[in-house]
């Protein structure tokens, strides 16, 4: 991921300031900008445009920003056809996985299977081998796909041998009633427990001890004053946190701020490239854009910290948190990309307790 220097934060906060209080145009300042960040500056402009209701100003720049972007990261254009497709206004069409339909088709496509694959590896090759039968724990289970890929893996590869109990943890209904049915039949005969609500409303009424907990972009979804809060409460009922996530720096920057759109294009761009690469029909697609990512992307950029949904941090931040929160008991066993390019990592770390 590229990050801005001080000086360019300062300089992009002004700049916008300018643009929102008079009639500016794109071209007044390509000449103050690096070349390879006009684009994104663009984007900056226009999603800040948008936020505050100048549609067809927000167009203007995006336009511009279209025709500046590089090969594979075309965040201007993707939010062109958001705006054209939800009448010009930047708001969340949908709740996130309210159907669990477009993250399906997100976690299919291939570089999110492959890294959903190495991610798994990574696992069996930091974890122990148990002995007694394991007790597990998905926070942000999703379909629960994830949750069986994994765990039949470490069964095959004998960090597992009998499992006594998964435990299911997500906010959307839909999500954790398929994911019961598809764990269910994959482990006949385990008990497997749900909790229909997010991780920052149930871990206070965790009282019991897993060996395993798991969690799969999910715990991004509070800011890093809540993250701490509520691992202080897992850290005495488990022995291993595995995280799988994606590095990008959206939780601490401020709403409006050249440093988190800097980012959002980035992250998100690179992960909408993926998904329309990736063969399907039309239909299907466009709902994981606007139902999914988009609907994350609108968050971010347009409501404040402590009411957005997503809070994505960089790999430094996240070392940090595990750090100061499962210290000194749990240290670090893995800290391993999953997929990384220049602007987009996904990543694996595990923190755990014990030899």
């Known amino acids: 991921m590229l990050f801005l220097s001080e000086q360019e934060k300062q300089e992009w906060a002004q700049y916008a300031r300018e643009i929102i209080a008079s009639e500016a145009a794109p071209h007044d300042y390509e000449n103050r900008i690096r070349m390879n960040l006009l684009s994104a500056f663009y984007y900056f402009v226009g999603t800040t445009l948008a936020a505050r209701g100048k549609e067809l100003r927000c167009i203007e720049w995006l336009e511009a920003g279209a025709l500046t972007e590089e090969e594979g990261l075309f965040s201007s254009t993707f939010l062109l056809g958001f705006l054209e497709r939800h009448k010009g206004k930047m708001i969340a069409p949908a709740i996130a996985f309210d159907d669990p339909r477009p993250f399906i088709h997100f976690a299919g496509v291939p570089i999110m299977k492959d890294a959903r694959t190495r991610f798994v590896h990574q696992c069996s090759h930091t974890l122990p081998s148990f002995e007694k039968p394991v007790r597990f724990m998905d926070i942000g289970c999703g379909d629960g796909a994830l949750t069986v890929m994994l765990l039949q893996h470490l069964q095959e590869m004998s960090n597992i041998k009998q499992i006594s109990e998964i435990l299911l943890v997500d906010s959307s209904l839909a999500m954790i009633d398929l994911a019961k ?41 509070m800011p890093v004053e809540d993250k701490r809060d509520h691992l202080a409460r897992l850290k005495p009922w488990i022995d291993h946190f595995i995280l799988f996530e994606m590095d990008a720096n959206n939780d601490t920057p401020e709403c409006y701020s050249p440093a988190l759109a800097f980012s959002v294009y980035q992250s998100y761009g690179r992960i909408m490239d993926f998904v329309y690469a990736h063969d399907a029909p039309v239909d299907v697609v466009t709902d994981c854009i606007d139902s999914f990512l988009m609907t994350e992307v609108v968050s971010i950029l347009t409501q404040p910290r402590g009411i957005r949904t997503d809070y994505h941090m960089l790999r430094s931040q996240w070392n940090e948190l595990f750090r100061n929160g499962l210290g000194p008991e749990f240290t670090l066993r893995c800290d391993s990309a999953c997929y990384a390019d220049e602007y987009m990592t996904l990543f694996t770390m595990h923190y755990g307790k014990g030899k």
């Open 181 to 221: 049915k598809t764990v269910s039949e994959a482990f006949p005969g385990v008990q497997v427990s749900t909790e229909n609500a997010r991780i920052q409303d149930c871990s206070a009424k965790i009282d019991q001890h897993y060996d395993i907990a798991v969690s799969s972009l999910a715990y991004h979804h």
